[in-house]
């Protein structure tokens, strides 16, 4: 979104960053606000009622402004600095005379006051000039001083910083040959502008940085200074240079803490009839507004968390604010009131690391703010980050148990009233905590990485001999256990491998399979499966809240008509498993755009609720190197099938490539709600 320059005002279609210096730009078509009457005016905050508005601490209402807004003006404004004076373009220097300091740029000509008034002229003055045409040239008269005249104009009265104005002086006679000149003088800074020692008129082009400078135009002896008497003297005409610029006491506040904008301008915008106003850049609406003064400010509130971008401009009220003139506009200013949140991770092993992350929504590096991740015990757990919006630590889990974590935003305590001894253990250990706090995270139990197995054969109890202390023996002892509810070519769940389970504290993931591996499309053909495999796992003592698992297998020669699974299946094992009190857990090949994964997108898109209440047990990738163990798992990186889902569980090696060829490697994370049996039959 831009600005566009044309014309002599300013655009102000959308956000964009301030016009280059000099730029003339026009005014807007947008209709921002509304309101009836002169100092009636109302308008109510452009980013909703959220944003609450008052006036600063130890501040006053400015008079006749937005609600809000105080006004003061800045008492500097008299040490305006000197501008650069410049030739107008398209003309020449006027000869200078003998003396070399009175060489000016400015162009001179042979064109006298016309009748009426002077185009351009912002003074107001009328120009004077015989109504009837001489029979001799008019600059071959010489009219006595006092019948001479003597009009200075610019062509705007107010300018970006760095633009420039033209200033024309008119006389009412020529001066060539009468040892006089036009001259023209900043008296704000007291310089020479122009000298024109011929013609009628004097044009000097000039720029400035800001302020408001005065000029007056004077017809007498060439002078380097501004003569106090014995020469004719113009109106004086004031011009504004415009600069603007927002500044906020804080640029990140905790919800519901307020942070004061100031806009400070570079003339009072009173003097030439404008206001400062600020604009919330999300709708454009204005926020408010003052009719007067250098420096705006208003203190801001927003009760939730959330950013917004501000701008301030210089431009003339009107009573419905729909085609204001706009002359300057700052720098966006964003602001934002903070939140935070925390996740994490864990492997599984007790002394391995929990790792932490914290995020906020705005940039710390310039602010009084620092990120901390704490302990159940309030304590830091890591250095607090003081740049950027992330913080990270990790954590070493130091029993079975994963701990809780929160983080907050807030202020690194001082040392300056602390002993030597706490001055040098801060300094060592960093601080414990944080004061001034912004913003806390809700607390969490960070996802741990669960090591497990599944099996055709029964861990406890099998035919052909114990598998449960093998694995053990090989690859570590394991966090769950995959098995199936019913006997097909495989054993169903047991009694003992329940009792087993529920004395190791050993999670069980049931998996129903007791169906031709064909037939996986259908609404009703879901339906009818989950209906079986619930009642198996109810009638396993298997608790309402907790997994069962379908197996999907891919196609192959096996399941040739694996491939026609559907989103109807999925839907079908969903409503029946959710049904009965369960969570659906789908085992299948989680590859985007693989058979699985296309019908999981489709069905996850007609039923949104299924990407967010059942899991994805994905076989991809299946790894084949061999010797990976409890110890030495692989990193968890689960195929994933690009649409919303919860991919929970990875089944990252077949038993053919394990060091154990009775079971299947698997990872699956603490949030998979695994039945841990407690009560033994």
């Known amino acids: 979104m831009v600005f566009v320059a044309v014309a002599n ?30 100092g009636g005016e109302s308008c109510s905050p452009g980013a909703g009622e959220s944003l609450q508005l008052s006036v600063p601490d130890g501040a006053q209402q400015c008079p006749a402004s937005g609600e809000g807004a105080s006004c003061v003006t800045n008492d500097g404004l008299g040490n305006t600095a000197a501008g650069t004076p410049s030739t107008p373009d398209g003309q020449s220097p006027c000869p200078a005379g003998a003396d070399p300091t009175l060489a000016t740029p400015a162009a001179c000509s042979d064109v006298p006051l016309s009748g009426g008034s002077n185009p351009g002229n912002n003074s107001g003055a009328p120009a004077d000039t015989p109504s009837i045409a001489p029979s001799v040239p008019i600059l071959s008269l010489r009219p006595a001083a006092s019948v001479q005249q003597l009009t200075l104009t610019s062509n705007t009265k107010a300018i970006q ?7 024309t002086a008119t006389a009412g006679a020529g001066v060539t040959g009468t040892g006089k000149a036009i001259q023209i003088f900043d008296t704000t800074t007291a310089t020479l502008l122009g000298s024109c020692l011929q013609g009628g008129q004097c044009a ?28 004719l003297t113009s109106n004086t005409v004031s011009v504004g240079w415009l600069g603007l610029s927002l500044a906020a006491t804080q640029s990140a506040v905790g919800p519901g803490k307020p942070t004061t904008l100031t806009a400070t301008s570079t003339i009072p915008v009173e003097q030439f009839g404008y206001a400062i106003e600020m604009f919330d850049l999300s709708n454009m609406g204005r926020i408010t507004y003052c009719s007067r003064g250098t ?30 003139d706009i002359w300057a506009v700052s720098e966006h200013v964003s602001v934002a009131w903070l939140s935070i949140a925390i996740g994490g991770s864990s492997t599984f092993q007790v002394g391995s690391n929990i790792h932490l992350t914290a995020s906020t929504n705005a940039d710390l590096t310039n602010t009084p703010w620092s990120i901390g991740i704490f302990d159940e015990q309030g304590h830091l757990v890591a250095p607090p980050c003081k740049n950027g919006n992330t913080c990270s630590a990790s ?10 974590f929160s983080a907050a935003i807030g202020a690194v305590p001082s040392t300056r009233n602390q002993s030597k001894l706490g001055q040098l253990l801060q300094k060592v250990t960093g601080p414990t905590t944080l004061i001034d706090v ?5 607390a969490i139990q960070p996802a741990r990485l669960l090591w497990g197995v599944d099996s055709c054969k029964a861990f406890t109890g099998d035919p052909t001999g114990e598998v449960l202390p093998g694995v053990q023996r090989a690859l570590g002892n394991p966090d769950f256990w995959g098995r199936y509810l019913t006997s097909t070519v495989c054993p169903g769940l047991s009694w003992p491998e329940i009792y087993t389970a529920a004395k190791m504290r050993m999670g069980i993931l049931p998996i129903y399979n007791d169906y031709n591996c064909s037939a996986v499309s259908g609404y009703d053909t879901g339906m009818g499966y ?3 495999a619930t009642s198996v796992a109810a009638h396993d003592t298997e608790p309402v809240g907790h997994v069962i698992a379908i197996d999907i297998e891919p196609p192959g020669e096996a399941c040739p008509g694996a491939g026609n699974i559907d989103s109807g299946f999925i839907r079908g094992w969903y409503d029946g498993v959710t049904g009965a009190g369960y969570v659906p857990v789908f085992y299948g090949n989680g590859t985007a755009g693989s058979e699985f994964g296309a019908a999981w997108c489709q069905a996850q898109s007609e039923q949104q609720a299924i990407s967010w209440d059942s899991y994805i047990w994905s076989f991809e990738p299946s790894l084949d190197s061999g010797g990976w163990s409890k110890a030495n798992a692989p990193v968890w990186q689960p ?30 994370l603490s949030t998979l709600p695994l039945w841990y049996p407690t009560n033994t039959p």
Do not use: M
Request: charged residues 10%.
């Open 9 to 38: 005002q300013l655009t102000f279609t959308a956000l964009a960053a301030a016009p280059a210096a000099g730029s003339v730009l026009h005014q807007s078509t947008v209709t921002v606000c509304s309101g009836s009457g002169e």
């Open 161 to 167: 910083s760095g633009g420039k104005v033209l200033l």
């Open 204 to 231: 000097v082009a000039y720029s400035a940085k800001a302020g408001v400078h005065n000029f007056v135009a004077y017809l007498g002896a060439p002078t380097a200074k501004a003569p106090t008497s014995g020469a």
């Open 295 to 324: 420096n705006c400010s208003v203190a801001l509130t927003q009760p939730a968390s959330g950013t917004r971008s501000i701008v301030a401009a210089i431009g003339t009220l009107t009573a419905t604010f729909s085609n204001p």
């Open 395 to 404: 954590v070493a889990a130091t029993s079975g148990s994963t701990p809780q």
């Open 438 to 442: 912004q913003a806390r995270s809700a």
């Open 530 to 532: 989950a209906q079986v």
């Open 639 to 668: 195929y994933e099938t690009g649409c919303p889902d919860h991919l929970a569980a990875w089944q990252y090696q077949l038993g053919s490539n394990s060091p154990d060829p009775d079971v299947d490697a698997d990872e699956a």
